[in-house]
Each structure stands twice: as C-alpha cells, then as structure tokens.
C-alpha cells in the first residue's frame, strides 16, 4: 500500500505558479501509476492529471497546458508543476495511485489561487 506525503502548497496571485511534491512510500512505486487529485470546497475529488510508471501522461481537459506531472522513481517522488493558476484552481491537492488501490489518503496540501 502507497502512502503519499504531499507538500508545496500556499498562497498564490492568478496567473503564478507553484510546484507541489510528494513522497510515496512503498516499495512498488516504480511500476506505479500515480496521479494528482484535488478537492475544492463543496465538490468531489477529482483527478487532474495522471502519470505511467514509463512517464506517459495524461490531464484532465481545465488543466491541459497549466499543468505538468513528472516523477522520479529513484526518489520515490511526483510531482505538479502549476502554472497560470486561475481561482477555480483553488483546493486540497492530493496524490494517489491512478486508478486508486486503496482507500487510505494523505493530508493532502491546501493552493489557494486569489484573484
């Protein structure tokens, strides 16, 4: 069972940037899919990007072109570079395996997008 610790959060203007990390632990990481989820009040988590264990990716339609997921599997770490944040981009960013294995999530980190 993966259990991710996720970082990088804040407080940011419309249009900047942030990069959140997270550290998976388990020794199957490597082989993999994993993908950056997020919740904002009042909604449902959803899945905004996704990443193979060989790096393919994929992003749901509002974040296409903003967004960029990586990992390093030597690291145990993936990443999402964000980028022209806008407000609706506002939530608690998790990461988990894409498709989920489990139902254990971590404390996930908070963006706040002010307009």
């Known amino acids: 069972q993966v259990q991710p610790v996720e970082s990088g959060g804040g407080l940011v203007q419309t249009g900047g940037s942030l990069r959140l990390s997270c550290l998976v632990s388990g020794s199957r990481f490597s082989i993999t899919p994993m993908g950056w989820y997020r919740q904002a009040p009042g909604k449902q988590r959803e899945l905004v990007a996704r990443i193979t264990s060989s790096g393919s990716t994929n992003y749901e339609d509002a974040v296409k072109g903003r967004f960029t997921i990586s990992r390093d599997n030597a690291k145990n770490m993936v990443y999402l570079q964000m980028t022209s944040l806008k407000p609706e981009d506002t939530a608690v960013y998790y990461c988990?395996?894409?498709?989920?294995?489990?139902?254990?999530w971590g404390q996930g980190t908070q963006v706040i997008v002010s307009s």
């Open positions: 988990n395996t894409a498709p989920l294995q489990s139902t254990y």
